[in-house]
């Protein structure tokens, strides 16, 4: 089992999750001062061994611009940077075994048609991190996210918001009364991940909240369901470990191991569970 222990990759995924930038990049942006943003320049494929015949086999087209991104999506303006080459080849081999892992039923559920790898992602001018829109059925990825956090982080964020864009088409990522039911009674989810940015150790597993991975999956039903996914999906024996202690997280394992079944098939690597 791969170690879990907290530390300053949990810590950055918080930062990132919550949208706040590693403090490089604020020092970047201050040393950079206030600039205009770049015009969008076209786009290219991300290319590589097997780059064709991953994409064809799950529809996903996978891109990185010339220079600068940007685009406006679900009501925001998305943009980015192309990665230097190094980083965007560790992202690229990253990315595409991570997304690999899913079955086509999957992405065509979760509408994913296309995955683009930046650097510096914002989301109308605010620092993000890797993100997704459901508008343009894209996955931003950030490769900040991989330089900062690592790649165990890294693979863990690909999956928690691509769980997020499956929750949107299946139509329970507003409300999800049958996964609430499955929480202790009397039980009130707080008031979404945003409102966790001022605790940097909400995103650090842990044991002190009974039927949930860490405080941040107490945040919102939304970010409970994607924690329990990307963390089933990254670090199977640890879930498992988990849920053989906790009755609430083996059932929230349960209902997800049911839905994806029910949505088509697990994706690659996925828990078995027994009975
Ligand atoms: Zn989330």
């Known amino acids: 089992m791969q170690s879990m222990s907290p530390g300053w990759s949990q810590l950055v995924r918080l930062m990132t999750g919550m949208g706040l930038a590693p403090f490089w990049a604020w020092a970047g942006g201050i040393a950079g001062g206030a600039t205009t943003p770049a015009p969008p320049s076209s786009m290219v494929p991300v290319t590589g061994p097997d780059m064709d015949r991953i994409s064809s086999r799950l529809g996903i087209r996978f891109e990185v611009p010339v220079t600068t991104y940007s685009s406006s999506d679900d009501g925001w303006t998305y943009a980015g940077k192309r990665p230097p080459t190094p980083l965007l080849e560790s992202m690229r081999r990253l990315t595409v075994n991570e997304i690999a892992r899913y079955p086509r039923p999957l992405v065509k559920l979760a509408g994913l048609k296309r995955v683009v790898i930046l650097r510096g ?15 343009q ?3 931003y990825v950030d490769v900040d996210d991989l330089y900062t956090g690592g790649q165990e982080y890294m693979r863990q964020v690909i999956h928690h918001e691509t769980f997020h864009m499956l929750d949107t088409f299946a139509g329970t990522v507003e409300a999800d009364p049958v996964w609430n039911a499955l929480n202790r009674k009397g039980f009130k989810y707080g008031k979404g991940g945003e409102s966790m940015q001022d605790d940097p150790s909400a995103g650090v597993y842990t044991l002190k909240y009974p039927g949930f991975l860490n405080r941040y999956s107490t945040s919102g039903q939304e970010e409970d369901k994607a924690e329990v996914f990307s963390t089933a999906i990254t670090v199977p024996g640890y879930m498992l470990q988990r849920s053989r202690k906790d009755p609430v997280l083996a059932k929230k394992l349960r209902l997800m191991d049911q839905r994806l079944k ?9 828990p078995q569970l027994k009975g």
């Open 121 to 135: 992602i914002t989301l109308d001018g605010a620092s993000r991190g890797t993100t997704y829109s459901t508008e």
């Open 137 to 139: 059925g894209t996955l």
């Open 262 to 270: 029910q949505w088509g098939a697990v994706p690659k690597g996925w």
